[in-house]
């Protein structure tokens, strides 16, 4: 049986220095790749492009989408204006990455959004955002941690019965974190099934009958040494290989 195909979404870097300073370049963070390989896919990126049909044609041919991180969504997008504490944003790649979202439940793909991706999935079905968690009243957790990337920081609480549930076997868990905005409002068809200690909107699912997973830590750094965060990959790669039969 061939191995499901994976596309995961790239973002651009500029080079700072040497020969090619200036030059841009497509990449996604070898954790991504490595996370998808490891787990049974074949990933491939899907390069940030403003070619909607390009796009769309990439789309056309992948089993399955992880949506990746990176900038800060453009709050416009979802109905606010930008607070003092936003960090960057980047408004042409969010319109790419809800191109891609909309293109694979279009077609009933399992899609995986992590960090900035549960954030896309949660503004592409009418939801908002805290710009900063400083803007949440009940939040009172480090979500920016210090340490190693793939160093679990705090713990997440989820609910029974739920994937995240079946898929961890357990109803608590201790995940990295690496992130300052969050799921303030809900989406449509979404539901929080993973929470912080603070309330902080840990994971995300979809309550449709395609396979739709928002994680907002990054099991994609834990799962160099950590066999949960390999099944959460593990999940996802059965969910694709299904659909590619």
């Not at 908002?128 to 957790?141: A, E, F, I, N, R």
């Not at 994937?163 to 969050?182: K, M, P, Y």
């Not at 303030?184 to 912080?196: C, N, P």
Request: charged share 25%; net charge negative.
């Amino acid at each position: 049986m061939k191995r499901p195909l994976i596309g995961v979404s790239g973002s651009h870097m500029v080079d700072d220095h040497g020969t090619f300073a200036g030059y841009h370049r497509s990449y996604v963070n070898d954790d991504y790749i490595r996370s998808v390989n490891e787990a049974g896919g074949v990933a491939i990126l899907v390069p940030f492009t403003e070619d909607e049909e390009a796009a769309k044609e990439i789309m056309s041919r992948v089993d399955g989408l992880v949506l990746s991180g990176g900038h800060d969504v453009y709050p416009l997008l979802y109905g606010e204006e930008p607070c003092r504490q936003i960090g960057p944003v980047w408004p042409a790649r969010d319109h790419f990455d809800l191109l891609l979202l909309q293109e694979a439940e279009r077609r009933g793909i399992p899609v995986m959004g992590i960090c900035r991706g549960c954030q896309i999935i949660n503004v592409g079905h009418g939801g908002t955002l805290y710009q900063d968690l400083s803007l949440d009243k009940d939040s009172y957790v480090k979500h920016s941690q210090n340490q190693d990337p793939a160093t679990p920081t705090h713990t997440v609480e989820i609910e029974a019965g739920s994937r995240a549930a079946d898929i961890l076997g357990r109803t608590e868990w201790v995940t990295n974190t690496h992130h300052h905005q969050t799921v303030h409002k809900v989406g449509q068809g979404l539901v929080v099934t993973g929470r912080a200690k603070d309330g902080t909107v840990e994971i995300l699912e979809g309550t449709g009958k395609n396979y739709l997973m928002g994680y907002q830590f990054h099991p994609e750094m834990m799962s160099i040494n950590d066999d949960l965060a390999k099944a959460i990959f593990k999940d996802f790669i059965a969910a694709a290989a299904v659909e590619r039969d």
